[in-house]
């Protein structure tokens, strides 16, 4: 009989029943925010309270206002933003859920904070009312997303009926070459395989360049695995997972720490696990990358060409290349670095950490923003680091406009918008039509090629900036 994957380690161990193809799961965590409202109705409409409580966490993130936090809620101007916090304030508050909420030191996005705290922990199932739950997959979990009705079921019975996907490893080799990022990482994964290679997969992301990167770029990489369709992306638990969970707040300690590490390292797949599929991606000749399109799969390396739709592989290919053409108000031919932009998002759960905060900040001290460029940290307690370490100097200095911790320009649901139909370079997720509002032009990109970008008001190859 063949070894067990990562996946099936974790998946197994949490099976409750099974039926006609679909297994009922014990889920361990569950975060909600600010759009779990109806999660909460579902609750008090059957009059039952958190099975476990302990084990949901709530978070204010979406609609955070990120200018400011002066006058607390009460202050914040808009009536329908000002109601979602107030709202989620109660709903948290009426069956005691720990809330990292608008006035807590420690509040954050919801895939930012669990990290901080020692709640995303390897072994574990954890579910998340947004898809970019797969993020916390990067310390050895099974970790996706749900909607309400399912977040609902889960606060009143801590279990979850699901089919169970099968486990795709993508093997990242190679050493990183000087300027390209985690995200370059991510994005070249998407653009050589597709956005639909996850479609019902669990990816597992292995490799020598995995094992050498850090917490916060195996998060960024996990992050973007919903963007290749894949609804949960997982990393094996080694050293540099244990060294950055142990001591916070919600890590075990004493002897509970002793057998959670040795539990955690039996978790790695097993040398003969079989996967459904198997995949490489060669690191050493990678180069920084940008989105040029409407999807993620759309990217090119900053010394591409936008595509002509007449070299696509077949009718449906052509179309969509020339709808993003048009959309994106783009030129067959035309240089990635001929690209002139009008705004700069630093910011979001896929790269407003502490180790991308800094890698912005170094690329500002070389110039002065061309174009409006905010950085918005992930968490409370990231952005003090930051000060702590002057890099909002750094930023303020440099022209950044240097803000409060929320989703902000991501999700663009609380108030932080383009304007109609600019053009954005952003570290964030999602590249779709008018995602960072209305006819929003966005490329995404890393903090360093972000930062570039706004020092130059067009999309720039960082290694080449002095």
């Not at 990292?100 to 922990?121: A, M, R």
């Not at 057998?259 to 079989?274: I, M, R, T």
Request: aromatic share 8%; with cysteine.
């Amino acid at each position: 009989m063949p070894g067990k994957t990562l996946f099936d380690k974790i998946w197994d161990s949490h099976v409750v029943a099974e039926e006609e193809g679909e297994t009922l799961v014990y889920v361990d965590r569950l975060l909600v925010h600010e759009g779990s409202r109806h999660s909460f109705t579902m609750l008090r409409n059957i009059e039952m309270p958190p099975y476990r409580a302990e084990q949901v966490f709530g978070f204010a993130d979406h609609y955070m206002p990120t200018e400011t936090t002066e006058g607390g809620i009460p202050g914040v101007r808009d009536n329908k933003i000002r109601g979602m916090l107030e709202l989620m304030e109660k709903n948290t508050s009426e069956v005691g859920v720990r809330y990292f909420g608008f006035h807590d030191p420690d509040q954050g996005i919801l895939h930012v904070v669990p990290p901080e705290q020692g709640i995303s922990q390897p072994g574990i199932f954890l579910c998340g009312a947004d898809s970019h739950t797969s993020t916390h997959g990067a310390f050895g979990s099974i970790s996706f997303g749900v909607g309400a009705s399912e977040a609902g079921h889960i606060m009143a019975t801590q279990c979850l009926w699901q089919q169970r996907p099968s486990p795709l490893r993508i093997n990242i080799d190679g050493t990183l070459p000087f300027g390209v990022h985690a995200k370059d990482i991510i994005l070249g994964v998407i653009a050589k395989f597709g956005v639909g290679i996850g479609v019902g997969k669990a990816i597992e992301f292995a490799g020598s360049c995995i094992q050498t990167m850090s917490m916060e770029q195996r998060m960024t990489v996990c992050n973007m695995t919903i963007e290749a369709a894949g609804r949960m992306g997982m990393i094996a638990p080694d050293e540099t997972t244990y060294e950055y969970i142990e001591g916070r707040p919600y890590a075990p300690k004493g002897e509970l720490w002793k057998e959670a590490v040795e539990y955690w390292g039996s978790l790695p797949s097993d040398e003969d696990a079989v996967f459904a599929d198997e995949k490489t991606l060669e690191v050493e000749k990678l180069d920084p990358m940008v989105t040029w399109g409407t999807n993620p799969e759309m990217t090119l390396p900053i010394t591409g060409t936008i595509p002509f739709p007449e070299d696509a592989e077949n009718e449906d290919q052509r179309r969509e290349i020339q709808g993003a053409l048009d959309y994106m108000d783009l030129q067959p031919g035309m240089g990635m670095e001929e690209i002139e932009i009008e705004r700069v998002f630093i910011g979001s759960c896929t790269n407003s950490r502490i180790e991308d905060i800094r890698a912005a900040a170094e690329v500002a001290a070389k110039g002065t923003a061309k174009v409006e460029t905010w950085v918005v940290p992930g968490s409370k307690s990231i952005k003090r680091q930051a000060e702590a370490e002057g890099l909002d100097q750094i930023f303020t200095k440099s022209g950044f406009d240097w803000r409060e911790p929320g989703c902000s320009l991501c999700t663009a649901l609380n108030g932080d918008l383009l304007n109609d139909g600019q053009r954005c370079v952003s570290t964030s997720n999602r590249n779709f039509k008018g995602r960072q509002g209305p006819n929003g032009k966005t490329h995404l990109a890393s903090p360093a090629m972000a930062a570039a970008a706004a020092i130059t008001g067009k999309l720039t190859d960082v290694r080449n900036l002095e």
